[in-house]
């Protein structure tokens, strides 16, 4: 079962949280086969904004960033499933929402590259989701269960 276990971190952002979106996403990834194993709601302060938004630092659009992504609660996540930060990211779209295929989160519920609705880990950024998933949660965090679908899911399991 083991390629079934590869989690990756997601975040609704504050846009998404206000225009009531947390609901959707969530149904998306569950409806996806893929499974909740940690959520929390918060309000993310500076430090964490510059920790996880670090790559971004010399970039003109960072203290843009820093400002929105604490403006207001999000709603952090950990998803599990074979494949999963790949194709969560897939399931999220480009990075700017006006570029996004219909179908994807940023494409169905985004306009504006300042405000795309969610984020997730990079899958083209080696251990990007294990690096986000410890910024945001303590291992006690994360439930470790079995997930019943999981047979209907995948052939395999
Ligand atoms: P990603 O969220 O698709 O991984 P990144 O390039 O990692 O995209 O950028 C992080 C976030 O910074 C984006 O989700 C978006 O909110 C914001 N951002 C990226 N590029 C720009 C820009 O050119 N102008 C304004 N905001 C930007
Ligand atoms: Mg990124």
């Known amino acids: ?29 569950e409806d996806r086969g893929l499974k909740l194993v940690g959520g929390k ?9 510059h920790d996880h938004y670090g790559e971004h630092e010399d970039k003109p659009f960072f203290d843009g960033l820093v400002e929105f992504i604490t403006s207001g609660p ?3 996540m950990v998803w599990e499933g ?11 779209g ?5 570029e996004s295929a219909p179908g994807t989160i940023r494409g169905d519920f985004g306009l504006d590259l300042g405000h795309n609705v969610i ?3 990079d899958h083209e ?7 986000e998933i410890d910024l945001f ?3 006690d965090e994360l439930v470790d269960y079995g997930l019943d679908t999981a047979a209907w899911v995948y052939e395999d399991e």
């Open 82 to 92: 074979a494949d999963a930060t790949r194709q969560v990211r897939a399931m999220v």
């Open 1 to 29: 079962m083991s390629h079934h276990d590869e989690r990756t971190f997601v975040m609704v952002k504050p846009d998404g949280v206000q225009r009531g979106l947390i609901g959707e996403v969530v149904s998306r990834f």
């Open 125 to 131: 950024d080696e251990g990007a989701n294990e690096r």
């Open 94 to 98: 480009e990075t700017d929402p006006a």
């Open 41 to 49: 709601f918060m309000q993310i302060d500076e430090d964490l904004a």
């Open 137 to 139: 949660f303590d291992e």
């Open 74 to 76: 999000v709603f952090a």
């Open 119 to 121: 984020h997730a880990s």
